[in-house]
């Protein structure tokens, strides 16, 4: 009994597709998917708008990408690539206090510099509430997302000339919940005082990884992309 394939296009009907294909084909329905998921939500954005955006044929943008899912997931994974190559630029060379206020400026810039990825983050994570697949992609875009906390607040440590300890990934991953919050009410209401709240962040870090320090007496850099 022959057995039917879900994979789209069948390969007998490939070459009605390659007219539309170009070396950035996949890229370029990558950033369409960003845009209308960014747009529409998840609920609103189908596979029909985002083949559209990007000017191919919805069998093409089936081809590269087997869902909505499997779209959503990669936006936002891409696009934290993107942030932690603009956020690494800008990690100081410093003290411990001056990279610890670093870290904490540049992380509260990044709701205005990437607002459309902290809102689809928020939207995968409702959707995967109901949603065996979209709860395992949110999971693990939380669980890359306290690596690079783990990796930052290490090197906090390393400045400080101080060990980390030995709970570093359970600190990771509470602090990366909290600054993901921040970022969210700062979506929800804008009047929202981020720098205070992240100013408060800094002070418990500091008073856990480096005991007895005292956050940087500077003011606090509302605008740590300018000229990026």
């Known amino acids: 009994m022959a057995t039917t394939?879900?994979?789209w296009p069948p390969a007998n009907l490939e070459?009605?597709?390659?007219?539309?294909?170009?070396?950035?084909?996949r890229a370029r329905i990558l950033e369409a998917a960003r845009k209308v998921l960014a747009e529409r939500g998840y609920a609103g954005a189908t596979m029909r708008a985002i083949a559209a955006e990007a000017g191919v044929a919805v069998g093409l943008?089936?081809?590269h990408f087997s869902s909505r899912r499997q779209l959503l997931a990669e936006v936002i994974a891409t696009s934290r690539k993107h942030f932690l190559g603009v956020l690494d630029a800008r990690l100081p060379e410093g003290d411990g206090p001056e990279t610890m206020r670093r870290i904490h400026e540049i992380t509260a810039g990044l709701v205005d510099l990437m607002p459309d990825w902290y809102a689809l983050c928020a939207d995968l994570d409702a959707q995967g509430l109901r949603d065996e697949e979209l709860a395992r992609a949110a999971a693990a875009n939380k669980?890359?997302?306290?690596?690079?906390?783990?990796?930052?607040?290490?090197y906090?440590?390393?400045?400080f000339g101080v060990e980390p300890p030995a709970d570093l990934a359970g600190i990771s991953a509470a602090v990366l919940a909290a600054a993901d919050g921040i970022a969210t009410r700062v979506?929800?209401?804008?009047?929202?005082?981020?720098?205070?709240?992240?100013r408060a962040l800094e002070r418990m870090i500091l008073a856990v990884l480096a005991p007895g320090a005292?956050?940087?007496?500077?003011?606090w850099d509302r605008d740590p992309y300018a000229g990026r």
């Open 143 to 154: 669980r890359s997302g306290e690596s690079d906390m783990r990796r930052y607040l290490a």
């Open 156 to 159: 906090v440590c390393e400045r």
């Open 214 to 219: 005292e956050p940087l007496d500077a003011e």
């Open 61 to 63: 943008a089936n081809y």
């Open 187 to 198: 979506l929800l209401d804008p009047g929202f005082d981020a720098i205070a709240a992240h």
């Open 5 to 7: 394939s879900s994979r």
């Open 15 to 25: 070459h009605l597709f390659k007219s539309e294909e170009s070396p950035d084909t």
